[in-house]
């Protein structure tokens, strides 16, 4: 793998280093078929061959239903790994694990952030990953013959954000949602969340677990919250962490599927914009610490006009390519280095770069900087990696959204006003589902979201998460009667291993573990600040699993990570 040199002195040593550590293990590569194949009946299941799969794990191709309103017909494949529990005569189950996105391989997760998890997890559980059905290794959804053709549909710009721009998008959603009817078959129609909930319930009963153990990232709380509700009898541990609204993810409050779309509805936007507010604060704090600092906020207003403007050149340290930073990426680029905040400082240096109109080359370099950061350019993937249809195969099939393209126009400009600078990006993230085939989503579940569970379920919530923001944490614990919500007083998406935070470790690990819930109204306040020293464990851990998380498209395009 090959990585930029950085200018001396301009960027954190560590970062790189950390990165290169975390993702350079070549990913787990396992047959994934294109269609569903009539197999054995998984209903007659009752264990999982596993095989080794190099570095001490093991890794199984499951079957599970096509439908599962048919368990005796069509047949997909579930693609599983696992890395047994340390500690075998203390073993107490299998530890699922999803990344999020939707579209993230947990199979991608497991094998980047097993081994760096506590040992108390480690030596306890079988830590299990696996891909949901229709992303990745798992029986995939794929709508074109090459990913060179996926990606050659996608518009040039990260977001729009101009009529014509929007115009651009629509035609790009259209000609996607025609290629995924002609070309995805039967998997298409069968990728809603619920779906991949009752393939949980399959792998747990095939692993011989009596209730799942579950600890759910960002969508990750989606697919937590629809088996909770679904399986409420069969709930052990169950952690969800960026936790979205699923009244928002799904239908929304009263009329707002018609006139309102996912993006908007979760409230993203809100969050990007209190987080980048903190990163503001935080860096002006900081002083000498921080390269963007003085003023932050009435810079970064400034650099944002300046560039809707003036787009500046910028040259790829790798190809020797050029390309433009427009507007659209500056916000793109912002979302995506607000996810973690030990690149925050990176992030100040290419603001006060591009302020300061550096070369092409130097810009070039600092961009590199944060797409390693966010794990970008990271291992190889396999040679048609479902990113483009994989994720709206999954979203739409869960969510109600407004049909006419004016409605998503009219809800564009409403997020704008309300939300600020990052209210297009978002409510745009899922355009695609404005036009996307109406037979998915057959098997999706609109609630209700207020099950009783058999254990309490822990709900951890972040103050300043620019994805997830805290009210969607409130939320699902507000339906949940059965659970605990814990806060953390910090910054960048989820909270648990990830923010290096020992306050919410320990109690998230406590409970894993033994059952113990944190006190009612517990809030961990983070430890220093992003432009401060860094842990190096949190950082490994944020680093591997940005790569297997799926981050907005928008901020891959905005960085050129195709």
């Known amino acids: 793998m090959i990585r930029p040199e950085l200018p001396r002195g301009r960027v954190r040593v560590g970062l790189a280093t950390i990165a290169t550590a975390a993702l350079s293990a070549p990913l787990l590569a396992l047959p994934a078929h294109a269609a569903p194949s009539a197999s054995p009946s998984a209903a007659s299941a009752t264990g999982v061959t596993w095989v080794d799969c190099r570095d001490g794990f093991e890794c199984a191709r499951v079957p599970a239903p096509l439908d599962h309103g048919d368990p005796d017909g069509d047949q997909i494949g579930i693609s599983v790994i696992r890395l047994p529990a340390g500690a075998p005569e203390q073993r107490i189950g299998s530890l699922m694990l999803n990344p999020g996105g939707p579209g993230g391989s947990g199979v991608d997760f497991v094998r980047a952030v097993a081994k760096v998890l506590p040992l108390e997890l480690r030596s306890r559980f079988d830590i299990v990953g696996f891909d949901p059905r ?3 290794l798992s029986t995939p959804l794929r709508c074109f013959d090459t990913f060179e053709q996926a990606i050659t549909l996608l518009p040039p710009f990260p977001y729009p954000d101009t009529p014509a721009e929007e115009r651009d998008l629509r035609v790009s959603d259209d000609e996607l949602a025609a290629a995924c009817a002609r ?3 039967a998997i298409l129609d069968h990728m809603s969340t619920a779906d991949v909930a009752r393939d949980m319930d ?3 009963e095939a692993f011989g677990d009596e209730k799942v153990n579950y600890l759910g990232f960002s969508y990750g709380s989606v697919l937590g919250q629809h ?19 699923p009244v928002a993810w799904t239908t929304g409050q009263g009329e707002e599927a018609g006139t309102t779309p996912i993006g908007t509805r979760i409230g993203s936007a809100d969050g ?4 980048l507010e903190e990163f503001f604060r935080l860096c002006d704090e900081a002083g000498a610490e921080c390269a963007f600092s003085g003023d932050a906020s009435g810079r970064y207003a400034a650099l944002g006009e300046r560039l809707r403007g003036h787009p500046v050149t910028i040259t790829d340290p790798v190809t020797g390519g ?5 507007y659209n990426d500056l916000i793109a680029v912002t979302v995506g280095a607000l996810y973690a905040p030990f690149i925050w400082p990176d992030l100040a240096f ?5 302020e300061q109109l550096l070369s092409p080359a130097e810009l070039g370099h600092r961009v590199a900087a944060l797409r390693s950061g966010l794990g970008l350019d990271g291992a190889a993937q396999e040679e048609y990696p479902n990113v483009v249809e994989g994720p709206p195969g999954v979203a739409c099939s869960d969510s109600l959204n407004p049909a006419s393209f004016s409605a998503w126009q009219s809800a564009a400009d409403s997020a704008e006003a309300r939300f600020g600078r990052f209210g297009r990006l978002w409510n745009w993230a899922n355009s695609t589902c404005r036009s996307w085939p109406t037979s998915a989503g057959q098997d999706r579940y609109p609630g209700p979201w207020t099950a009783e569970t058999s254990s309490p379920v822990l709900v951890v919530g972040n103050h300043f998460d620019p994805a997830t923001p805290y009210h969607g944490a409130v939320a699902a614990s507000e339906l949940l009667p059965n659970s605990r919500l814990l806060s953390y007083a910090g910054w960048g998406h989820t909270a648990t291993f990830a923010a290096g935070n020992f306050c919410v470790d320990s109690h998230v690990t406590a409970y894993l573990v033994t059952g113990a819930l944190p006190a009612e109204g517990t809030v961990c306040e983070p430890e220093g600040s992003p432009f401060g020293p860094t842990s190096a464990a949190a950082a490994e851990v944020t680093a591997a699993a940005l790569h297997a998380v799926a981050l907005p498209q928008a901020v891959r395009r905005a960085l050129h990570a195709r």
């Not at 088996?227 to 609204?245: M, T």
């Not at 050029?322 to 427009?326: A, D, E, N, V, W």
């Not at 290419?350 to 591009?354: E, K, N, R």
């Open 134 to 136: 229709g992303i990745n």
């Open 183 to 185: 070309n995805g078959g």
């Open 202 to 204: 399959l792998l747990r």
């Open 227 to 245: 088996y909770a509700n679904l399986f409420p009898s069969r709930v052990g541990a169950l952690v969800i962490d960026g936790v979205i609204d």
């Open 272 to 275: 990007a914009a209190r987080s």
């Open 322 to 326: 050029t390309f433009t930073i427009t």
């Open 350 to 354: 290419l603001l006060a770069d591009l």
